[in-house]
C-alpha cells in the first residue's frame, strides 16, 4: 500500500468531512478512515488538529483501555411501553415510576424489550460537528474491535446512533510483527479506507517552527533524521518523532551551556532516560559530534531577518555554515531553506514589515556567493509559496518585481 504524509492525511480528512456531508444529504452511507502508522508520528495530535481547524467537536475513544464491553456499546436497560390519553411512549425502568405517578399506565399486552443506553461518550451535537477518533483501534481487544463493526459500516449501534455530521476515525499501528495488534480480516478492513502514514521531515520542521521549538533542535534533526530514524527501524527501538520532541524539551533549560562539561553530561544521562541503551549512544554522539561542529551556533532566520544585522554580516554566517573547505554542503543549504521558508510564510501572517521581508529575501537570492552559485535550493525555496494565498501571491509579485534572478527562477 503507498503511503501518505501526516500533512495529506489531514489533507483528506477535510475532503471527507466535506464528502460525508453530501453523501448523508444525498442518502448515501458514510465513510469512516483509517490511519496507520508506527506510534510517535503524531497521528492523534494531526486528527485533533484537524478538528480544531474545522471548529468540530473532538472526541477521542481508546479503545485498548477499555475493560467493559458496555463501556463501548452501552448497558443493557429495560424499556416498558406506557400510555395516556391514547398517547403511548417508552421510558426506562429508572423513569418508570415518576411516569406512573404522572398518570401514564404500563401497556399490559406489550412485552418489555431490551434496549443499550447511550454511551457517555457519544456526541450528541450535529450543529458543529465531530470528529470521532477510535484511537489504537488495532491493539484493541478482539471484542472491542468486533463490536464496532456496526457502528464503523453505519454509524449506529442497535438503539443509538451517532448524530449527523460526525467523521469516524481510526487509528492504528501496521501489522508487521513490531506491535501487539489484531489482525483484521477481509470482512473487517472492507468498512473503511486505510491510508499508510509516513514521515516527512519537511512537515515536521514545518511544525517546529511553528510551536516555536528551539531552532538547534530543529537543525540538529533536519541534519540527522535519516540516521535518527533508520535506527528507529530496529525492533523496540524507542526512537521516533515523538520521544526525539521529549529528548529536545528536557535540554530545553541547557541550551545555552550544550558545549560545557556540564551541558555534555545532562545530554548524555538525558538520552540514557529517552531512549533504549544502543539508541542513547547513537543520539549522543551525533548531538556532540553536531556540538563539536559549531553547528549549534549557525545563524537563525531570526537573526537573517533582524532589521539591526548588518547584511555583510548575516550573509559571511550563511557562508560560514554553507560552505566548509571551501565545498558547498547540500543539507546545511536544505537545513537553511527550509528553516527560511517556514519563517518567511509565518511572519508574511503576523508581521507588520513586509517591505524589509521582501527586501532581505532579495538581498539573500541576489547573493553571489558561492552558496547561490552551486545550488539552487535557496532558488526552489521561491516556488514553495502557494499561487492560491493572496498574501503569497503580493508577496511573490514583490520579489518578482525587485529580483532579475528570481524572474529568472520562476519562468
Known sequence: MSKVSIGEFKQLMNYYIKN?????????RTVAINAIGNAGLGKTSAIQQVAEENNMNFVKLNLSQLDELGDLIGFPIKKYQI??????????????DSYLKAGYEITPEVEPIMSYAIPEWVPTDSDTGTILLLDDFSRADPRFIQATMELISVGEYLSWKLPDNCLLVLSSNPDDGEYQVTSMDIAQKTR????????????WVEWADNIGMNGIFINFFYMNWQEILKTSEAQSSRINP????????????????????????????????????????IIYSLFTQFITNKYHKVIQPEEIFDKE???KII???????????????????????????????????????????????????ESDKEFMQEDSLF?????????????????????????????????
Not at 193 to 203: A, G, K, P, T, Y
Not at 352 to 360: A, C, G, H, I
Open 83 to 96: 400510555c395516556k390519553n391514547n398517547k403511548c411512549i417508552w421510558v426506562t425502568e429508572k423513569l418508570l
Open 20 to 28: 460525508n456531508i453530501k453523501l448523508k444529504d444525498n442518502g448515501f
Open 242 to 281: 515523538r520521544s526525539m520532541e521529549m529528548f529536545f524539551n528536557s535540554l530545553y533549560s541547557i541550551v545555552d551551556k550544550l558545549e560545557t562539561e556540564e551541558g555534555l553530561k545532562i545530554i548524555s544521562l538525558i538520552s540514557k532516560g529517552c531512549f533504549d541503551e544502543n539508541d542513547a549512544s
Open 309 to 311: 544585522k548588518d547584511w
Open 192 to 203: 473503511y479506507v486505510s491510508f499508510n502514514i509516513e514521515f516527512n521531515i519537511d512537515e
Open 315 to 365: 550573509e559571511k554566517k550563511i557562508c560560514d555554515f554553507c560552505i566548509e573547505n571551501e565545498k558547498v554542503v547540500l543539507i546545511n543549504i536544505s537545513t537553511l531553506t527550509n528553516r527560511v521558508f517556514n519563517y518567511v510564510i509565518k511572519e508574511l501572517n503576523d508581521s507588520k514589515d513586509k517591505e524589509f521581508l521582501s527586501s532581505r529575501l532579495i538581498e539573500l537570492l
Open 379 to 411: 532558488y526552489n525555496l521561491t516556488k514553495k509559496f502557494d499561487p492560491s494565498n493572496i498574501k503569497h501571491q503580493d508577496f511573490q509579485l514583490k520579489l518578482l518585481t525587485n529580483s532579475k534572478k528570481i524572474i529568472e527562477i520562476l519562468k
